[in-house]
C-alpha cells in the first residue's frame, strides 16, 4: 500500500507539472501558427509551378509520396487534390490530406485549405514576393487546428517540430529551384 | 585459504544480501575441511559444484523476497517511461500536418534523459545497502538499454551514453547521498 502511494505521488510529480504547463503554453495567441520565408534564386515564374504541380511537391516536400489530381487542367480557386503523406511514426502508413485551393493568383499568391479528417484543418498561404534580378522571397504562413483534444494540448510540442519540418522542406525547394534555375 | 573466485561471486550475485553470506559461511567451512583432508584441487571442484547445483534454488529463493521485487520495479520504473515517452514523441511526431521522419528535436531525448534520471534516482534511494545499490544500478541500465533497443524514434549514439551513463550514475548517486550526506 505504501509503494502504491510513493508511486502516485511520483507518477502525479512527473506528469502534472509537464500537463499542466502544455495546457497553458496551448492557450497562447500564435497557437497553431507557422511562418517561413526564404529568398530564392529564381524568378516568381519559376518558383510557382513548384507549389501547385504533383511531380514538383513530391521532390520537396519530405514524406509526400503521392499527389492525386482529379482535373490536372484546372488548378484554380475550388479544385481540390490529395496529398498521401508516408507516416513514418505511425509505421509508415499512407496518411491522405485534402489540399483545396482557396485563393489562386499565379505568380505570387497562393492558399490552400489542408486537412485530414479527425486529425486537423489549416491554411497554408504562400506569397511570392519578386525582388528583382531573379529573385523571389517565399513567405509561408500556416495556421491549424487539431481536431483531438489530446493533440490540442500537446500543441506546444506538435507547432515548433512542425516549423523545424517546414524549414527543412524551403531549403530543399531552394535547391532544386535554383539547380533547375541555373541549368536554364 | 579462500574459495574458487568465479564460484564465490557467482554464489554471491545468485543468492542476494539476505542469503548470501549464510550460504557462504557454511560452504566455506565445509570447503575448509575438505581442503584440509582431501586437498586443494578437491575443495575447489566440490565448492564450485555446490553453487552451481544451489542456483536454481537459490534463484527461486530470492524471486520469493522483496529484493526481487526491488529490482523488479527498478526495471520497470526505468523502461516503461523510456518506452512511452517514444510512444508519445511518434503520437507527437506523427501528429505535424505535413509529417516529418523519425529524426527527434534534441529537447525530446533531452527529455528522456531527464525522465531516466529521474527514475533511476529514485530507485537508488530505496536501496538499503551498497551491494544492492550496485545491483540496482546495473538493472537499472539493463532497462535503459532494453528501452532504447525497440525504440521507434532515432537514437544518436550520444544520446544512447547519455541514458546509458545516467540511468546507473544517477542511482548510485542518490543512495550516496541518501548514505553519506
Redesign the interface.
Known amino acids: 500500500m505504501k509503494?502504491l502511494k510513493w508511486i502516485g505521488i511520483?507518477l502525479a510529480a512527473?506528469l502534472i507539472p509537464p500537463i499542466v504547463t502544455l495546457f497553458i503554453l496551448s492557450l497562447r495567441k500564435d497557437a497553431g501558427h507557422l511562418h517561413g520565408s526564404i529568398e530564392i534564386a529564381a524568378s516568381p515564374q519559376q518558383l510557382f509551378p513548384w507549389l501547385v504541380e504533383g511531380a514538383k511537391l513530391k521532390q520537396w516536400?519530405?514524406?509526400?509520396v503521392e499527389v492525386r489530381v482529379s482535373d490536372p487542367a484546372n488548378r484554380g480557386v475550388g479544385t481540390s487534390c490529395v496529398w498521401v503523406?508516408?507516416?513514418?511514426?505511425?509505421g509508415g502508413r499512407p496518411?491522405e490530406?485534402v489540399a483545396k485551393t482557396r485563393e489562386y493568383a499565379p505568380p505570387s499568391h497562393l492558399v490552400l485549405q489542408?486537412s485530414?479528417e479527425g486529425?486537423?484543418t489549416?491554411d497554408n498561404v504562400y506569397e511570392l514576393v519578386d525582388l528583382g534580378n531573379g529573385r523571389t522571397r517565399l513567405e509561408v504562413d500556416?495556421r491549424?487546428h487539431?481536431s483531438n483534444w489530446f493533440?490540442s494540448l500537446?500543441e506546444p510540442?506538435?507547432t515548433?517540430?512542425?516549423r523545424?519540418?517546414?524549414i527543412a522542406?524551403e531549403v530543399r525547394l531552394k535547391a532544386l529551384v535554383e539547380s533547375k534555375a541555373e541549368v536554364r | 585459504m579462500k574459495p574458487p573466485m568465479l564460484a564465490r561471486l557467482l554464489l554471491l550475485t545468485v543468492a542476494g544480501e539476505a542469503e548470501g553470506e549464510f550460504v557462504a559461511g557454511d560452504l566455506h567451512e565445509e570447503f575448509l575441511h575438505l581442503c584440509a583432508t582431501r586437498g586443494r584441487p578437491a575443495g575447489n571442484r566440490w565448492y564450485a559444484w555446490q553453487v552451481v547445483r544451489s542456483v536454481v534454488t537459490l534463484l527461486g529463493l530470492r524471486l520469493r523476497s522483496g529484493e526481487a521485487m526491488q529490482l523488479a520495479?527498478a526495471a520497470l520504473s526505468v523502461a516503461v517511461?523510456l518506452l512511452l515517452l517514444d510512444r508519445l514523441?511518434?503520437?507527437?511526431?506523427?501528429?505535424?500536418?505535413?509529417?516529418?521522419?523519425?529524426d527527434r528535436?534534441p529537447g525530446?531525448l533531452a527529455v528522456n534523459v531527464l525522465?531516466v534520471c529521474?527514475c533511476s534516482a529514485?530507485c537508488g534511494s530505496a536501496a538499503r545497502s551498497f551491494q544492492r545499490a550496485i545491483l540496482i544500478a546495473a538493472v537499472t541500465a539493463a532497462a535503459a538499454a532494453f528501452a532504447l533497443w525497440p525504440a521507434?524514434?532515432e537514437t544518436p549514439a550520444i544520446y544512447v551514453w547519455l541514458v546509458l551513463l545516467t540511468a546507473p550514475a544517477s542511482s548510485l548517486l542518490v543512495f550516496t547521498w541518501r548514505r553519506f550526506g
Open positions: 509503494w511520483v512527473l516536400v519530405g514524406w509526400l503523406m508516408k507516416d513514418a511514426n505511425n496518411m490530406i489542408i485530414s486529425q486537423f489549416g500556416s491549424f487539431f493533440v500537446m510540442v506538435v515548433p517540430a512542425a523545424k519540418k517546414m522542406d | 520495479l517511461p514523441w511518434c503520437f507527437v511526431y506523427s501528429q505535424i500536418p505535413l509529417k516529418d521522419g523519425l528535436a525530446f525522465y529521474i529514485l521507434a524514434g
